[in-house]
């Protein structure tokens, strides 16, 4: 029986996303990465990934809050964040 994605689902969602930031990040401090590759998912480039990131994180919380009813305290707790984390992710986003 397949229900909805629980709280470990979203939590590992998080973690996943925080992950690659810090790949873009050391990525970013390496010269010459990403100047010829443009064939990755959604046609995000090395040179890119923070947009990339921010649309797949936009997904996560847009998907937790839809579930909450837009509650954010109870997407905060969905999402494994304190309430503060979401306040400032969404100002991050341009959510609010």
Known sequence: ???KPGPLYS????????GLRKQSALLAQRP???????DL?????LSSPPRYLEKIERTIITQALEETRWNKTAAAKKLGISFRALRYRLSKLGME
Do not use: L, P, W
């Not at 939590?11 to 925080?18: F, K, P």
């Not at 998912?41 to 480039?45: F, H, V």
């Open 11 to 18: 939590v590992q969602a998080v973690e996943y996303v925080s």
């Open 1 to 3: 029986m397949q229900g």
């Open 32 to 38: 010459g990465i990403g100047k010829k590759r443009d």
């Open 41 to 45: 998912a959604g046609g995000a480039t």
